[in-house]
């Protein structure tokens, strides 16, 4: 068993920028792919990023690329989601996962384990 839990999410003005963190337990961090979702009231969740085991290779949707990043520290057991340029549709709740696999993930039916979400709100 894995548990995740997010954390970073606030409210912030268009053009700003966060930083969620998902700190994971209960099982080797390093051997599970990780990613994360969102969703936004009454819309299905959707792919926003993922990474693979060793942090070598990264995923995005076509949509986020330039903006957010994906990092992961396997020491500390933990994986990040820099968000620059925020704007008002990038407000949702954010959901970190872990698969455990070596190669990226990008679908939620995927993926094994989720954490509680965390609330990102983008104001105009």
């Known amino acids: 068993q894995v548990q995740l839990v997010e954390s970073g999410g606030g409210l912030v003005q268009a053009g700003g920028s966060l930083r969620l963190s998902c700190a994971a337990s209960g099982r080797t961090f390093s051997n599970y792919a990780m990613g994360w979702f969102r969703q936004a009231p009454g819309k299905e969740r959707e792919f926003v990023s993922a990474?693979?085991?060793?942090?070598?290779?990264?995923d995005y949707a076509d949509s986020l690329k330039g903006r957010f990043t994906i990092s992961r520290d396997n020491a500390k057991n933990t994986v990040y989601l820099q968000m620059n340029s925020l704007k008002p549709e990038d407000t949702a709740v954010y959901y970190c996962a872990a698969v455990n696999r070596w190669r990226i993930a990008t679908s939620t039916s995927e993926y094994d384990y989720w954490g509680q979400g965390t609330q990102v709100t983008v104001s105009s």
């Open positions: 990474i693979s085991r060793s942090g070598g290779s990264t």
